[in-house]
């Protein structure tokens, strides 16, 4: 099992930049794929950024070539780098860690995420 705890959210204005940050605790943190969610008040939650445990990564396409995902395996973290925010960035940013077992079967964890506002 794997808990997560994330950091790095708060107000920022238009085109600025956040790091978000998501360290798990437990153990064999390289076999997870490890994601980024968001949810926006009165919207589904979506799929940011995914990094995978061989390294892959996959963005939604509103954040290509605005965020990076990248992963200290050393470390248990994770980062969402966030420039050029837009408002319509703001959300809860939730950290997420998925262990695939055989057939096809996984089991995620979340964290309790972080509030992101881009608000002039």
């Known amino acids: 099992q794997v808990q997560l705890v994330e950091s790095g959210g708060g107000l920022v204005q238009p085109g600025g930049s956040l790091r978000l940050s998501c360290a798990a605790s437990?153990?064999?943190?390289?076999?997870?794929?490890m994601g980024w969610y968001r949810q926006a008040p009165g919207k589904q939650r979506e799929l940011v950024a995914q990094?995978?445990?061989?390294?892959?990564?996959n963005y939604v396409d509103s954040v290509k070539g605005r965020c990076t995902i990248s992963r200290d395996n050393a470390k248990y973290t994770i980062y969402l780098q966030m420039n050029s925010l837009k408002p319509e960035d703001t959300a809860v940013y939730s950290c997420?860690?998925?262990?695939?077992?055989?057939?096809?079967?996984?089991?995620?964890?979340w964290g309790q995420g972080t509030q992101v506002t881009v608000s002039s």
């Open positions: 437990g153990s064999a943190f390289s076999l997870y794929d």
């Open positions: 990094i995978f445990s061989g390294g892959g990564t």
């Open positions: 997420n860690a998925r262990l695939w077992g055989g057939s096809g079967y996984y089991t995620d964890y």
